[in-house]
């Protein structure tokens, strides 16, 4: 089958994670013999960040790292009808503009026979829900959301009556174990400052800990302001800036343990959704250690496949043992990677996905699903 992904960027990952889920879920159709292609805006934010952040030739990185992976630039003069013309599932990402979520919507009442969902992986169905509200979703087949919570929010509002839960899930071909990586640090965190939404998190669980351990700390992330700059320096920990998803696999094996610092619309609004750095982190084996965050749909075992903690001091407490007790360490690298592998891996949501198609696909992808499972 043919997959059509309108996404906001797959070149650049730059404060953009659902780049990271769909390079993944891109790559597992491919080995799996069906054809994918990502179209993305040529304005995009991410993209020209990463431009503006680390030079014009920043975004070739990404046909180094993934050269199987087709990101073909739309502008105001594409043909959208022209590109889904022989598509057979079209999935809509919601940073999508609001104009071409309807136009796509309006190709496919026109009598096309793709299948067409929309893919939310963010929080403003809670943070700006009137721009949610305000899509046209009536043509599309199905909605999938990155959460049970965020999926019983798209129903409540009568936003669409099929959604499905399709979380996000870590690329294990990519994210695994380096142990021939020489261990250079203590403590390694990746992830944005962005927005203020876990601004003062990030110097309880993070900052204040690193500092009263003196552990020999790195971060890497985008949109951290002078102010936070400095607390990081005062800290003695050293910031690295923007970091290619494509090499946190490598960064991790050089460090002992991580952190989880969750926004707080996560923690406030939609409960039970991590977001990708978690599935990340435990599928590369590096011992986790969570600020407060509830698993509300039991994706993983706390306690056995990572530590959580309450505060800063109990942070401060549990990397300590973390960094002191080496089989205490091994145990949760191991359990973590445990139940990536046995259901959170993008091998795992493509199997997800050609259910949901199973269920409200059209009739010439379900045609092709039955095809192919007879093949097989």
């Known amino acids: ?175 695994r174990p380096i142990p021939e990586a020489h261990k250079t640090g203590d403590l390694i965190w990746v992830g944005n400052w962005g927005d203020d939404e876990r601004s003062a998190e990030i110097v309880e669980f993070l900052v204040e800990p690193a500092k009263a351990l003196q552990l020999k700390t790195l971060v890497h992330g985008v949109r951290y302001p002078d102010h936070a700059k400095k607390a990081l320096k005062d800290a003695n920990i050293t910031f690295g800036g923007w970091i290619a998803n494509a090499r946190v696999p490598f960064a991790f094996a050089q460090h002992r343990v991580t952190v989880h610092i969750p926004r707080r619309p996560y923690v406030q609004n939609l409960p039970g959704i991590p977001t990708i750095r978690p599935f990340e982190a435990l599928a590369c084996g590096i011992p986790l250690i969570s600020a407060p965050w509830d698993d509300a749909e039991h994706l993983f075992r706390p306690g056995k496949d990572y530590l959580t903690v309450r505060d800063g001091v109990e942070m401060t407490t549990r990397l300590r043992e973390v960094l002191s007790d080496a089989d205490l360490a091994q145990s949760l690298a191991s359990s973590g990677r445990e139940t990536v592998l046995a259901r959170h891996t993008c091998r795992h949501r493509v199997d997800e996905l050609l259910t949901i198609l199973a269920h409200c696909g059209s009739h010439r992808v379900i045609r092709k699903i039955v095809s192919q499972e007879a093949a097989e």
């Open 1 to 175: 089958m043919k997959f059509v992904f309108y996404t906001h960027s797959l070149i650049s990952d730059w404060n953009h994670g659902n780049a990271h889920f769909l390079r993944g879920i891109m790559r597992d159709l491919i080995r799996r013999g069906h054809q994918a292609v990502a179209l993305e805006p040529l304005e995009s934010w991410s993209r020209n960040n990463l431009v503006q952040d680390q030079g014009a030739a920043a975004p070739n990185d990404f046909a180094t790292q993934f050269p199987e992976l087709d990101a073909e630039i739309y502008d105001a003069g594409f043909s959208h009808e022209t590109a889904l013309a022989d598509a057979d599932v079209v999935i809509v990402h919601e940073w999508t503009d609001p104009a071409i979520v309807a136009e796509i919507g309006r190709i496919r009442a026109s009598g096309n026979a793709f299948t067409l969902l929309f893919h939310d992986t963010h929080h403003r169905a809670v943070s700006s829900a009137g721009d949610i509200a305000a899509l046209n979703l009536a043509e599309y087949d199905g909605i999938l959301a990155f959460g049970e919570t965020l999926r019983q929010r798209y129903l409540k509002a009568g936003w669409g009556s099929t959604v499905f839960t399709w979380h996000e899930a870590a690329d294990d071909t990519l994210f």
